[in-house]
């Protein structure tokens, strides 16, 4: 666990785009797989563009800042 998140795996990550055209919406999923609990954040913060973008559309001077942030809890005693 890092000491200044509080999270044992951090990812940040900022795309810029100056236009950005989708031919069809694209379909998107933040999956967690594993057998260990844990607590997780996945979270975007977009500029200049929808949640639901539409298909053949210029979108222009694109922002988006991702962050997905997790944490494992300790396992319970048996």
Same mark, same amino acid.
């Given at each position: 666990?890092? *000491?200044e ?6 990812? #940040?990550?900022?795309? #810029? *785009? ?8 694209? !379909?998107? *999923?933040?999956?967690?797989?594993? *057998? ?5 954040? +996945? !979270? ?20 988006? #800042?991702? !962050?997905?942030?997790? +944490?494992?809890?300790?396992? +319970?005693?048996n």
């Amino acid at each position: 666990m890092t *000491a200044e998140s509080g999270k044992d795996i951090t990812f #940040h990550s900022t795309v #810029h *785009a100056d236009r950005l055209r989708f031919r069809e919406p694209p !379909r998107t *999923a933040v999956r967690f797989p594993g *057998a260990d609990e844990r607590t997780s954040v +996945s !979270r975007s913060d977009r500029t200049n563009l929808p949640d639901t973008v539409e298909p053949d559309v210029d979108y222009r001077d694109v922002t988006v #800042h991702y !962050r997905l942030e997790t +944490s494992l809890r300790e396992p +319970s005693p048996n």
